[in-house]
């Protein structure tokens, strides 16, 4: 993969973790599980995974209430839905959870005093953990791309090797990104959008591809043709459907339906 491939590729990734942490779209369930359970196991408290009865413990040795060790168990279907307010395996499902562990550990404390200050250690823990296990999550959208966001049908993807982005690029003119990126040095336009009009009888294609266009506005391109190209494949739903492409090119990922609207069969 060269340079400019290297910097589509990681376009990509960035919208992807973008659908999952803005947009509520659901993630591969046994990486949710994965980064849930160590984010925990980070902050020093015991977690025992039980993969045969899908459910899990934490245990965390506290001085509140006379040195006490306090703990949660629950189900890997219980962590994966939270508190039910937002899509299942999404990461704010997942966030729900950590609060949930927390508030599960609190009900062991008995005294007064020390249940005020266990509130103020769930809140400040809760989002530590919860950051933590984004820095977790967050590389294996790298390593795996389309696999890491689950589709409307529910049929969880095999993690492996993306295969999507290459199919994308295949139809991509590169040699136009190549001449864009040479363009903007020479004309000092880095980073350079403008604002385009787009004529009923001119495709977004035919636009895109016969234009001196600025690097920024072809990687947009081609980040839009992906996201088609991805909700083809996930069923996802764009908001205006019969301009698809024109507004996943200029909005990306705003374009899609956001993920709480819609009906997931996990």
């Known amino acids: 993969m060269d340079f400019l491939e290297q910097r589509l590729y990681d376009n990509v990734t960035t919208e992807l973790y973008v659908m999952a942490l803005k947009c509520q779209y659901p993630i591969h369930p046994a990486i ?9 196991r980070n902050q020093g408290i015991i977690v025992a995974n ?3 009865e899908k459910s899990a413990s ?6 509140m209430d006379g040195f006490k060790m306090v703990t949660a168990k629950t189900g890997h279907d219980s962590i994966l839905n939270g508190w039910k307010n937002h899509p299942k395996s999404s990461l704010n499902s997942l966030y729900d959870s950590i609060c949930e562990v927390y508030d599960l550990m609190g009900k062991r404390i008995k005294d007064d005093e020390d249940r005020n200050k266990w509130a ?7 989002r530590e953990v919860n950051k933590k296990m984004q820095e977790i999550i967050r590389p294996y959208f790298a390593r795996h791309q389309e696999h890491m966001l689950v589709p409307v049908y529910g049929k969880l993807p095999e993690l492996k090797k993306p295969i999507l982005f290459e199919k994308v690029l295949e139809d991509f003119p590169m040699d136009m990104l190549k001449n864009a990126r ?17 004529a009923d009888e001119t495709s977004i294609e035919e636009f895109y591809e016969g234009q001196n ?3 920024a506005e072809m990687t947009d391109y081609f980040v839009g043709k992906y996201l088609l190209a991805l909700s083809k494949e996930k069923g996802y739903i764009i908001e205006e459907n019969e301009r698809a492409l024109e507004c996943l090119t200029i909005w990306g990922s705003d374009a899609l339906k956001d993920g709480q609207q819609m ?3 996990i």
């Open 32 to 40: 949710g599980l994965w980064g849930f359970f160590e984010a925990f």
């Open 50 to 52: 039980n993969e045969k």
């Open 58 to 63: 934490f245990n965390l040795l506290t001085a």
């Open 120 to 126: 103020y250690f769930r809140d400040t823990q809760s």
């Open 182 to 198: 040479l363009s903007d040095f020479h004309n000092d336009r880095i980073g350079y959008h403008q604002c385009h009009e787009f």
């Open 213 to 215: 266009l600025s690097e």
């Open 263 to 265: 009906i997931w069969n």
